[in-house]
């Protein structure tokens, strides 16, 4: 059963910035993709980033040219820099990753989550 734990949400002023981190454990096959999403109160959850083992990117178009994805493969870590925040970033972030095993959930494994709030 893999592990994740998600860290670095906070309450941040509009145009400032937050990292997120998230560490996962307990996979006995490599993970093939890391990534972020999130869930705003009555809206559902959507896709903020993701990376490929090889360092392909994927970024939600209303994140772009702000936010960063990056991952250390030997460490089993993803992080998500968040600059220029806007309000309509409030939502709670989920760390997910998908490995090779072939038993593993379709939708991949999930984080409990962490809460970023951009409010003045």
């Known amino acids: 059963q893999v592990q994740l734990v998600e860290s670095g949400g906070d309450l941040v002023q509009p145009g400032g910035s937050l990292s997120l981190s998230c560490a996962a454990s307990?996979?006995?096959?490599?993970?093939?993709?890391m990534g972020w999403y999130r869930q705003a109160p009555g809206k559902q959850r959507e896709l903020v980033a993701r990376?490929?083992?090889?360092?392909?990117?994927d970024y939600a178009g209303s994140v772009k040219g702000r936010f960063t994805i990056s991952r250390d493969n030997a460490k089993n870590t993803v992080s998500l820099q968040m600059n220029s925040l806007k309000p309509e970033d409030t939502a709670v972030y989920y760390c997910?990753?998908?490995?090779?095993?072939?038993?593993?959930?379709?939708?991949?494994?999930w984080g409990l989550g962490t809460q970023v709030t951009v409010s003045s």
């Open positions: 307990g996979s006995r096959f490599s993970i093939r993709s």
């Open positions: 997910n990753v998908d490995t090779l095993d072939p038993a593993s959930p379709l939708s991949g494994y």
């Open positions: 990376i490929t083992s090889g360092g392909n990117t």
